[in-house]
């Protein structure tokens, strides 16, 4: 019989100890419910300070200097105007809520958001951590962290380009549209920003010298690489002349160079100057990079010099 009782009294303890420790970890409480309900609200641009305490303190991406609740809703109001359109993903998003050692309540949550840039219509999405401490059922703090360098470049360009003079806005819009012509492979495209004397020389050997050249030189690849991206990096424009750094990828499922396909991805780095005409045409492209980083990509036998 005692035997029996201490059974009993020991399952009892079990379960109120599972029962407490379950509550220290959740993926449904209330607290969960008004965090799904201030992303909403972002979203919505509704923006309610009732959820948070007055003396609520938020940081963002920063370990000292606080907003205020009221500060929080100019915050985004004031990034809302550089976006044509803005928010969180319903993309799996994960919450949670813990209680810690200090009897402190914690919501987690994991997003991701998208924006569009109203100025030059640039998609940017990026992963968000926000976390969440409640008392009360009231928000007391608030701490975002994500990575900003995606979109402080992106503003950077519009902001650079706002600076731009006509001459050099003509130059950029055609570097836009060579970089559009090479990812969609459109040669109608390519040739519409070339004057006729166009040349391109690829690590000082002349490879190009007209547009008809070129459009052929660009099917090459596109033959081999259906998949084929030119992604700029940096663009500094000096007066006529464009210093241009590019990264080109592509998986190798076409013949390329008189080698049979190989399936194989490469990625590479180079480097053009671009010389443009008083109407903002291309006429000539200095192109650097290596060579040997694709064929060693690509699995190809280096060929051996003779001694």
């Known amino acids: 019989m005692l035997r029996s009782v201490i059974a009993i009294g020991l399952i009892l303890l079990l379960g109120s100890s599972c029962e407490s420790?379950?509550?220290r970890y959740t993926q449904d409480s209330p607290e969960i419910d008004i965090v799904k309900?201030?992303?909403k609200n972002y979203n919505d641009k509704t923006y309610d300070i009732g959820m948070y305490a007055d003396t609520s303190e938020?940081?963002?991406?920063?370990t000292n200097g606080s907003l205020s609740p009221s500060e929080v809703i100019a915050y985004h109001q004031e990034n809302d105007a550089n976006f044509a359109s803005r928010g969180f993903l319903d993309n799996e998003p994960e919450y949670e809520m813990i209680v810690n050692d200090d009897g402190e309540v914690w919501v987690n949550c994991w997003l991701d958001w998208k924006g569009e840039l109203a100025a030059n219509k640039e998609v940017i999405t990026i992963p968000i951590h926000l976390t969440y401490q409640f008392k009360e059922g009231k928000i007391v703090r608030e701490i975002g962290l994500w990575d900003r360098a995606p979109l402080l470049v992106a503003l950077q360009k519009i902001a650079t380009n706002n600076s731009m003079n006509a001459d050099e806005k003509a130059i950029q819009a055609t570097i836009t549209n060579i970089a559009?012509?090479?990812n969609t492979n459109d040669v109608e495209l390519m040739n519409s920003n070339m004057a006729s004397n166009l040349t391109r020389s690829d690590n000082g050997n002349v490879i190009a010298r007209n547009p008809s050249e070129y459009g052929s030189f660009m099917e090459l690849y596109h033959s081999a690489f259906p998949d084929f991206k030119v992604a700029i990096d940096n663009t500094v424009i000096q007066g006529n002349k464009a210093h241009l750094h590019w990264?080109?990828?592509?998986?190798?499922t076409g013949q390329f160079?008189?080698?049979k396909p190989t399936g194989k991805e490469i990625k590479t780095h180079g480097y053009s100057i671009w010389t443009f005409d008083n109407?903002?045409?291309?006429?000539?492209?200095?192109a650097f990079y290596d060579n040997l980083v694709v064929y060693q990509q690509l699995g190809y036998s280096m060929p051996t010099l003779n001694n």
């Open 247 to 252: 990264t080109c990828t592509g998986t190798n």
């Open 58 to 62: 938020t940081r963002y991406n920063s």
């Open 180 to 182: 559009k012509a090479w």
């Open 279 to 286: 109407s903002g045409k291309a006429i000539q492209e200095e």
């Open 257 to 259: 160079m008189e080698n």
């Open 37 to 39: 309900s201030l992303i």
């Open 21 to 23: 420790q379950e509550k």
